[in-house]
């Protein structure tokens, strides 16, 4: 009697504990990083005792990290695919995928730049023969995809391949142009933002020139604090989350 | 992936690293060859007081971790280095070139070559270089027919030394050079970029390429050279 | 002519030394270490000296206080190393021929096929120095460094490294070879009697410093000091007292020696020659001592005597050579007999 009222009290108590001291593993496309990190913020403030702990990367590399055992909660990719991956593989926890943003695409040119660019055609043009444009790198970087995609489109992919550097994540493609190592990138809307005392947004993505941006997310089961990744995933559809995601320029979907 | 053949993998594949890997190989051992040999003749020659100034200098690229060789590059010939700024007047630039995979390789195989070939100088005999001079014959004459041929076996393991450190750089030429398929991809950055990538299989052909590489060309050389002596 | 005024400070002690060496062959003698190959590469310019001057035919080839200091390959110094130094990659024929550079290449190889027949090396010619013998190396070295047409011969212990047997017809060879040079030679050696027999005026060199110096056979007849004395072989030495201007007192080996040239002031030393001493003869008045001798085989062709005058006293040495049959003394002799030690063989010597 006594012996099992002790073990029940541990149980429960590690249980109470475990929740306390639940550490959420949080793994994000890297576009994401400043928004989620206020969201983060917010929602700590709100509920102490749930530690989030964010991991931003390009969306392949965090994938491949998930396929390899790393202990992950919630899953925010920048596209489809590399949710199907995971999906295929069982790692997802059943029903919990959600669509959860929207973005657009940009190309981006150094602040100091002379080169008229005013769509991605331009990219064709003679001003950029000799020089270099950087994209993610299309296997592991969503927004490389999509930069190809759009370059296929337009029928210019055989002219500016050559001229494609690849970055490991868009953070690195901003990098390149901001220091002017490149005459242009394509990244994300939201970057383009919110870095644009570095660069400027030189163009959008004609509409129907790839595949909508839509950034799914999903309870990953290689963690150990599920229900925490799927509660804070409910919070990030709540109008507290989706305010912030808005003001960051993302788009969100019901 | 699975279910395709070896076969099938090969000839989907894109050579281009190869090609890159060898233009860029050679000229930068060509170039550490001649940067290598002068700098160690030059501080074979120097007083003793500033060899160990530019006998650290020289060797520095060596124990520096090759990313910091790449970021120090990186700052020197980038837009606002000074290198930099001078080629853009010219209107040509470094950053994200093929030219710059072989500044890359030149600059991490240099010490290599400098070390060698110092030591080379060093095993050389002084009185005959003290006979060549009290015969009359200038510096040069001295250094391209007594000393370099004596010298011969470690300009030998110097050159291989080179070409291996060049060919194997990885970390100085992705940030210098980049990520471009066809103009600055070595074989070590279309591993790396495959396997990040996780497309296993290109990453394990061109991992086996450049062991096979490595070799069919050190071997002969070093069986060429084994029979004049170590290096 | 080479005049030169050395001061260089070397581990262990200060090279300073000055002399004169005329056309014809000038020996530097001493013991190892004592200074003298460092003199020669000073001269060729390899070394530098601390201060000092050397002038070669008018010549200023180095001067500390002007700040000159031509290269070697300025110099037209001729340098024999003692390891020869050739080129070890070249053929002999090329080891000559980079000497001639300027030249244009009809005219080198005229000079060089003479220089391989005056040294005997025409067979010897497309041969590498690994391939050749030491007196075909030395050989082709010396040829070499003729026809870089030197306007002085420096030899560092050219006969050092032979073997006895082959030294006298090296160093036959060697000087065969330099009959037709006119400048000044030089010739770095330990070996007394190498520079006895090839060179006219010799300089000694002792810790750095000239010992003495002077025409060979002067130096070998009056040392004049104790240095000198030693390095021309003397081996009877001894501090010795001036009694006055004909007689010397010597303590340690327990005798009076009457001079037949008057001693002078400064002399604290005494020397006789081994082979100076000889058995008394009814004629010899003065010098004349018995001594307990012991016998003792020196070389093969020479004896040796221990002389001891009185107990506690050092032995004197008297060698008696030209024996004609190689010596075998059975046991040890001993006796006592009566020498005579001829004045006019008396050596005063200062320090």
Same mark, same amino acid.
């Given at each position: ?70 202990? =992950? ?119 383009? =933002? ?61 | 992936?699975?279910?395709? $053949? ?17 233009? $860029? ?33 020289? $060797? ?125 991809? $070595? ?45 | ?21 005329? #056309? ?164 770095? #050696? ?162």
């Amino acid at each position: 009697m006594k012996l099992k009222s002790l073990l029940v009290t541990a149980v429960v108590g590690v249980g109470i504990l475990s929740a306390y001291c639940a550490d959420v593993s949080v793994s994000a496309a890297v576009s994401l990083k400043e928004c989620l990190n206020e969201i983060i913020a917010n929602y700590q403030s709100a509920a102490p005792g749930v530690k989030i702990i964010p991991n931003y990367d390009a969306s392949g590399k965090l994938q491949m990290q998930i396929e390899n055992g790393a202990p =992950v909660d919630l899953f925010i990719s920048a596209n489809q695919d590399k949710m199907d991956l995971l999906e295929n593989k069982g790692l997802l926890q059943k029903g919990s995928r959600t669509d959860l943003l929207e973005n657009k695409v940009v190309l981006i040119v150094p602040l100091s730049s002379a080169l008229k660019v005013t769509s991605f055609k331009d990219l064709a043009l003679a001003e950029f023969k000799e020089k270099s444009i950087a994209i993610g790198d299309p296997q592991v970087v969503p927004a490389g995809k999509y930069a190809l995609e759009i370059l296929q489109k337009l029928g210019i992919e055989s002219v500016v391949k050559p001229k494609l550097v690849y970055a490991q994540n868009v953070r690195a493609v901003l990098t390149y142009v901001a220091q002017n190592e490149v005459a242009a990138g394509i990244i994300y809307e939201t970057d383009g =933002v919110l870095f644009k005392d570095k660069v400027k947004i030189a163009a959008y993505a004609p509409a129907g020139s790839h595949t909508p941006v839509v950034y799914p997310a999903a309870v990953v089961t290689t963690g150990k604090a599920a229900k925490d990744g799927a509660a804070f995933l409910a919070y990030l559809k709540t109008p507290a989350a989706t305010e912030i995601f808005k003001k960051y320029g993302f788009g969100t979907i019901r | 992936m699975g279910d395709a $053949t070896l076969l099938d993998e090969l000839t989907k594949t894109d050579w281009s690293p190869l090609w890159v890997s060898l233009k $860029t190989g050679t000229c930068a051992t060509a170039f550490s060859f001649v940067f290598g040999t002068f700098a160690a003749w030059l501080v074979f020659r120097c007083s003793r007081k500033y060899r160990a100034w530019w006998d650290g200098l020289f $060797t520095l690229p060596l124990v520096l971790p090759p990313t910091v060789v790449g970021f120090l590059l990186l700052v020197f010939f980038g837009w606002n280095g000074p290198a930099g700024k001078l080629l853009r007047h010219f209107g040509m630039r470094v950053i994200f070139s093929w030219e710059a995979t072989v500044i890359a390789g030149t600059v991490v195989a240099f010490p290599l070559v400098y070390r060698i070939m110092r030591a080379s100088f060093e095993q050389i005999d002084p009185v005959i270089v003290n006979a060549g001079r009290t015969l009359g014959l200038s510096e040069l004459t001295i250094f391209f027919r007594i000393m370099l041929p004596v010298a011969f076996p470690g300009c030998l393991a110097g050159i291989v030394l080179g070409f291996a450190r060049a060919l194997g750089e990885f970390g100085a030429t992705l940030m210098i050079a980049g990520n471009i398929p066809g103009v600055t991809q $070595t074989i070590p950055i279309a591993i790396w970029s495959n396997a990040e990538g996780g497309n296993m299989t290109a990453a394990t052909i061109w991992v086996s390429v450049i062991i096979l590489f490595s070799f069919l060309v050190i071997l002969p050389l070093n069986l060429w050279g084994g029979g004049k002596g170590n290096a | 002519m080479l005049e030169v005024t050395i001061r260089k400070q070397l581990p262990g002690f200060l090279l300073d030394v000055s002399f004169v060496a005329k #056309s014809g062959s000038t020996g530097l003698l001493g013991a190892s270490g004592c200074g003298k190959s460092m003199t020669l590469k000073c001269i060729a310019g390899i070394e530098k000296p601390d201060e000092g001057r050397i002038v070669l035919n008018g010549r200023v080839l180095f001067d500390s206080k002007q700040k000159i200091n031509l290269r070697p390959r300025e110099r037209k110094v001729g340098y024999l190393f003692q390891q020869y130094a050739l080129f070890p990659t070249m053929t002999v024929r090329k080891n000559m021929e980079i000497v001639l550079g300027r030249l244009p290449k009809s005219e080198r190889r005229i000079l060089v096929d003479e220089m391989l027949q005056k040294m005997r090396l025409i067979a010897e010619a497309d041969k590498k120095p690994a391939q050749l013998s030491g007196g075909q190396q030395q050989r082709a070295a010396i040829g070499r460094m003729l026809l870089s047409a030197p306007e002085i011969v420096m030899l560092d212990e050219p006969l050092s490294a032979l073997d006895s047997f082959l030294r006298v017809q090296v160093e036959h060879e060697l000087m065969l070879s330099l009959t037709n040079f006119m400048g000044p030679i030089l010739f770095v #050696s330990h070996n007394r009697d190498e520079i006895y027999r090839i060179c006219r005026d010799i300089i000694i060199l002792e810790d750095g410093a000239i010992a003495a110096e002077g025409a060979a056979e002067d130096l070998f007849r009056h040392p004049g000091s104790l240095a000198a004395a030693k390095l021309t072989g003397v081996k009877n030495l001894a501090p010795a007292e001036r009694l006055d201007e004909y007689h010397l007192k010597v303590r340690a080996w327990g005798i009076t020696l009457c001079c037949a040239e008057p001693v002078p002031p400064n002399t604290t030393w005494v020397g006789i020659r081994a082979h100076h001493i000889r058995s008394r003869l009814p004629e010899d008045t003065v010098n004349c001592y018995t001594f307990d001798v012991e016998r003792k085989e020196s070389q093969p062709f020479s004896i040796l005597e221990y002389l001891t005058h009185r107990a506690g006293c050092d032995a004197m040495l008297h060698l008696i050579p030209g024996q004609m049959d190689p010596v075998f003394l059975s046991g040890q002799e001993h006796f006592t007999a009566d020498y005579h030690i001829p004045p006019e063989r008396i050596m005063p010597l200062s320090d």
